[in-house]
């Protein structure tokens, strides 16, 4: 059974910066592209960022590049998102997710396994 458990979140004043990470169980982590998603109070859960299975392709959505960086250790099955320059917009509960392949992917239809959230607060 695959598990996904993130950690990193809280509360930070604007222009401040967190590391997620999210550790995830199972030996064949690194045959799986990994995402960020988050959701905002009142809105629909949405794509952050995404790594495929080596860490050499990523994507991310316009709102955070050049601020936010996802990576991978693949012998630590573990996932990270370095947030710098935070602002309130991006106030959620971030959420990370296994691809079902190993090539990046951007849409939820294409991840197979969450995790339960972790909540950043930014405040302004």
């Known amino acids: 059974q695959v598990q996904l458990v993130e950690s990193g979140g809280g509360l930070v004043q604007a222009g401040g910066s967190l590391r997620l990470s999210c550790a995830v169980s199972?030996?064949?982590?690194?045959?799986?592209?990994m995402g960020w998603f988050r959701q905002a109070p009142g809105k629909e859960r949405a794509f952050v960022a995404a790594?495929?299975?080596?860490?050499?392709?990523?994507r991310y959505v316009d709102s955070v590049k050049g601020r936010f960086t996802i990576s991978r250790d693949n012998a630590k099955n573990t996932v990270y998102l370095q947030m710098n320059s935070l602002n309130p917009d991006d106030t959620a509960v971030y959420y990370c997710?296994?691809?079902?392949?190993?090539?990046?992917?951007?849409?939820?239809?294409?991840?197979?396994?969450w995790g339960q959230g972790t909540q950043v607060t930014v405040s302004s």
């Open positions: 997710a296994r691809g079902r392949d190993t090539w990046v992917a951007t849409t939820q239809a294409d991840y197979t396994y």
């Open positions: 199972g030996r064949t982590f690194n045959t799986y592209s």
């Open positions: 790594i495929n299975w080596r860490g050499g392709d990523t």
